[in-house]
Every structure is written in structure tokens, then in C-alpha cells.
């Protein structure tokens, strides 16, 4: 049960504040590469920092253990960032 | 309370406010599931899941087998509560568009340097979202998957994506907006 709970309750956050930060709209995220709104930076990096604290000092005190972590392969990883800023200029997601 | 309440209806938050709410997400979804916030890898389990249906020979493969399992996945039904969170916050504050005329294209600037028609969105949303699920399946995640829940993380790989994003980010907005910049 709790399988199936716990990620719609996640993902509904997660939409919401991504709604209320102006995300789902096609001109926040353009406007992030035209350097006139810097919404999308913002939310973003506030979203970082927020959980990176919260997670690390969670660990810290033995509360928690991370998932896997995103495996680094720096071309792939870079490669995919590239042509995902074209697809992400493009349409606005 | 009232107060509260109100910034609720509010149509838009102060990204700050946006960022710390997800922040406490991505902290929690570690925490309860031990998973991360991902997007993008929810599509690719459906469609491996098809996929293996329809032609399982074509899907049988490692991609499909071991990187990317298809299936009813954490991520799948995590995509589900996006879809109503999103939907719920625009109900919040009253700008849902469902049903509602030209909720196709809405967006005032994507009119102004595109044009008004309605299939026009359709096919660059269509071509742009292509772009991005095949970008994401490279690099091992999307902005929600990678770059904010690796960022969390600390994970090399979402600093490099983050990069690379903004790069070419930049440079297809230069030439679609040429001297409108």
C-alpha cells in the first residue's frame, strides 16, 4: 500500500511547487537562457541547498542512507546535457 | 492561517518559497523510499513495457533488461502525482486550463515568436520533448532526476548535465530569439 501512497503524495508536492514556482509554463524556462527571469535558477538552487543540509546532516546522524547515486560518465553526462538545453529551449519543459 | 491560505491561492510563489517546498520533498522521498525525484525514466519503463508486448525481441536488450526495467515502477506512479500536483496547484489559484479555450496555446510569449497556431505548438512540443527524453536517456536523468536530486546528492553527474544544459540552453534560445534576445 505504502508503495503506492508515499510516491502520489511525493510526486503531488513535487508538481505543486513546481506549478506555484511557474515551471510548467513555456516562457520561465526560456527566459532562464535569455537571462531576463532567473525563476528556474532560483528554485532550483534553493531546492539544492535546502536538501543537500537536510540530507547530508540527516546521514550525519545515522538516519538515513542515500539511494544510488546518478552514475558519473562525464561524456555521456555532458552529451546529454547538451542536447538536453536544446529540447529544453525548444519547447519549454 | 488566513495567511497562509492566501499564499496558497497565490498563482505565483517566490521561487525561494517553491525551492525550499521541494527541497523538504526530495529530503522526505529520500528519507521515506529511499528514491529519488525522477521524471524522465518513468516514460522509458512504459514504454519498455509496451515495447516488450508489442515486439519483445526488438526490446530485448540490455538498455531494456537491466538499465532501465520496464514495469510499474516507483517513478511511474510518482509521475501519476506530478501530473495531479501540477493540477492542483493551478486549481489553487485558479488558472487550471482544462477544457478551456486555448489551453493548446496559451502562452503569450511562445505566440509572439512562433505564431498563434495551435499545431504548430503540438509538433515543437512534440520534437522538444523527443530532444529531451532521448538526451535523458544518455545522460542518466532529466533536470528533475538528475541535476536536482543528483545535485542533492552531490552527484558529479548532475554538475556536468547542469553544464552542459545551459550551454546549448543558451545558445538554441540566441538562435531562435536572434535579435529578439
Excluded at chain 1, 17 to 40: E, H, Q
Excluded at chain 1, 61 to 80: D, H
Excluded at chain 2, 2 to 20: C, L, Q, T
Excluded at chain 2, 127 to 139: H, R, S, V
Amino acid at each position: 500500500m505504502t508503495n503506492f501512497v508515499l510516491p502520489l503524495v511525493f510526486g503531488a508536492f513535487f508538481g505543486f511547487s513546481l506549478n506555484k514556482a511557474g515551471l510548467t509554463k513555456y516562457n520561465k524556462i526560456v527566459n532562464v537562457f535569455r537571462f531576463t527571469d532567473m525563476a528556474v535558477l532560483k528554485f532550483m538552487m534553493t531546492a539544492l541547498v535546502v536538501a543537500m543540509i537536510g540530507l547530508y546532516a540527516l546521514r550525519g546522524l545515522g538516519l538515513l542512507t542515500f539511494p544510488a547515486i546518478p552514475a558519473t560518465y562525464i561524456v555521456g553526462n555532458l552529451v546529454g546535457g547538451l542536447i538536453f538545453g536544446v529540447g529544453m529551449s525548444l519547447s519549454g519543459y | 492561517m488566513k495567511f497562509v491560505m492566501n499564499y496558497i491561492r497565490k498563482e505565483e510563489w517566490s521561487p525561494y518559497v517553491a525551492g525550499i517546498l521541494l527541497g523538504l520533498v526530495g529530503i522526505a522521498t529520500v528519507w521515506a523510499s529511499n528514491a529519488l525525484l525522477g521524471a524522465s525514466g518513468a516514460f522509458e519503463n512504459l514504454a519498455g513495457m509496451i515495447g516488450k508486448a508489442i515486439a519483445p525481441k526488438v526490446f530485448d536488450n540490455i538498455y531494456f533488461n537491466f538499465i532501465m526495467p520496464p514495469g510499474i515502477t516507483w517513478g511511474v506512479i510518482l509521475l501519476i502525482g506530478v501530473f495531479f500536483g501540477g493540477m492542483i496547484g493551478a486549481a489553487t489559484s485558479g488558472t487550471l486550463m482544462w477544457g478551456k479555450k486555448g489551453a493548446a496555446n496559451s502562452d503569450a510569449q511562445w505566440k509572439r515568436i512562433f505564431g498563434p497556431q495551435v499545431w504548430k505548438r503540438w509538433v515543437l512540443a512534440f520534437i522538444g520533448a523527443i530532444i529531451l527524453e532521448y538526451a535523458a536517456g544518455i545522460a542518466g536523468g532529466c533536470t528533475s532526476g538528475l541535476a536536482i536530486s543528483g545535485g542533492m546528492l552531490l552527484a558529479p553527474a548532475a554538475f556536468l548535465f547542469i553544464m552542459g544544459m545551459f550551454a546549448s540552453g543558451i545558445l538554441t534560445a540566441l538562435i531562435i530569439y536572434r535579435k529578439r534576445y
